[in-house]
């Protein structure tokens, strides 16, 4: 079982940032995948980045890509994501989510992901 727990949210105006925690703990967390998904009110969540175990390698969606950076300690058990630039469409609830395996086809699909954090809300104001 591995348990996640987000944190960093908060209101910001457009053009500032944010940083993003998102510690994970149980048996096996450090081995896992961890990505960032948000979800707008009405809308489908969506895939924001993701990261390997080791860090050596990220993915990010192609609306973020350039303004924001994942990134992890695994000696802390956390991942983080750095959002600069932020724009009102950034507004959402930030979840970290967890999976085994690297698979760039897979990484964007929420239902490959097998733990869910409760979420953080990022509001950024115009």
């Known amino acids: 079982q591995v348990q996640l727990v987000e944190s960093g949210g908060g209101l910001v105006q457009a053009g500032g940032s944010l940083k993003l925690s998102c510690v994970v703990s149980?048996?096996?967390?450090?081995?896992?995948?961890v990505a960032w998904f948000r979800q707008a009110p009405g809308k489908e969540r969506e895939f924001v980045a993701a990261i390997n175990w080791s860090g050596s390698r990220d993915h990010y969606a192609d609306s973020v890509k350039g303004r924001f950076t994942i990134s992890r300690d695994n000696a802390k058990n956390t991942v983080w994501l750095q959002m600069n630039s932020l724009k009102p469409e950034d507004t959402a609830v930030y979840f970290c989510?967890?999976?085994?395996?690297?698979?760039?086809?897979?990484?964007?699909?929420?239902?490959?992901?097998?733990?869910w954090g409760q979420g953080t809300q990022v509001t950024v104001s115009s």
């Open positions: 149980g048996r096996t967390g450090t081995t896992y995948v």
């Open positions: 989510a967890a999976r085994s395996n690297w698979v760039v086809g897979e990484l964007a699909l929420t239902a490959e992901y097998d733990y």
